[in-house]
């Protein structure tokens, strides 16, 4: 484990921005990070009725959208280990049919039997995780035979020049506007990239998640790639 990965850290610092959490999410990403979520929960394959769940939902964006998806007859949860964040999700959700029900859970126990979701997703919280194996596999556990994972990511942009520019950006720009607005707390925009650039790349990842068991993994990619979603299958026989 990473020493940043440590799951108390981890959680502190989410505790620490959370107020500000949603905000500099939309800022910071030019407000792209809307559009990655909807196309996240696309690629999950997520249908009206269905019964599905977010890890590391943080406060809920991509909750709201699967259950946009899932619709009024489906059942929509989301689970992360940072109350402050579930709080302020919670209170975004509203308690409308269908709307997701959010809870407190770590990714790498959930309090969930094995097999009962159609749809499994994490919008980037499997990079904080601290055993990133265990997570997948967790949440491909909790996943229906035949249902999808998936896991939506930043990366590192593949073309050369496009890398130099967003790096500058990435690298420098979004530490200091990202810690000037939520007051510098435990330097967690500085992580933010530091994490990326030290979390598998996009082939890794995939191979990682086939290693975990998933099938027909493929990897879809937005924003001249420098996000990710990686999509698997839980197979009908699972060990
Ligand atoms: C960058 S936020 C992402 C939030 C949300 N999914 C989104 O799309 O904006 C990462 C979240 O992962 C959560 N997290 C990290 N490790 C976790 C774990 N082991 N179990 C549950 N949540 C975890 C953090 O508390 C944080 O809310």
Excluded at 20 to 29: C, K
Aim: with cysteine; proline share 5%.
């Amino acid at each position: 484990m990473q020493p940043m990965q440590e799951p108390a850290r981890i959680r502190g610092m989410f505790a620490a921005i959370a107020g500000t959490y949603d905000v500099l999410n939309h800022v910071l990403s030019l407000n792209q990070d809307k559009g990655w979520r909807r196309f996240a929960v696309k690629a999950a394959g997520v249908r009206p009725g269905d019964r599905v769940l977010d890890v590391c939902t943080g406060t809920a964006d991509l909750a709201i959208e699967l259950a946009a998806a899932a619709g009024a007859g489906g059942t929509t949860i989301g689970t992360d280990f940072c109350e402050e964040m579930v709080r302020l999700g919670s209170d975004k959700v509203g308690d409308e049919r269908g709307a997701p029900r959010l809870g407190v859970a770590d990714t790498l126990r959930l309090p969930f039997r094995s097999g009962v979701f159609r749809a499994v997703t994490v919008g980037f919280g499997i990079r904080n995780v601290a055993d990133l194996r265990s997570g997948i596999r967790e949440m491909a556990r909790v996943t229906a035979p035949g249902g999808r994972i998936a896991i939506l990511e930043f990366t590192q942009p593949a073309n050369p020049l496009f890398r130099f520019v967003y790096y500058v950006y990435f690298l420098i720009l979004l530490p200091i506007l990202g810690n000037l607005v939520a007051g510098g707390k435990r330097n967690a925009y500085g992580y933010l990239p530091r994490s990326v650039l030290s979390f598998p790349d996009r082939h890794e990842l995939a191979r990682i998640v086939e290693e975990c068991g998933l099938e027909d993994v493929h990897v879809l990619t937005q924003t001249f790639g420098i996000v990710t979603v990686h999509v698997g299958t839980r197979p009908e026989s699972w060990a």
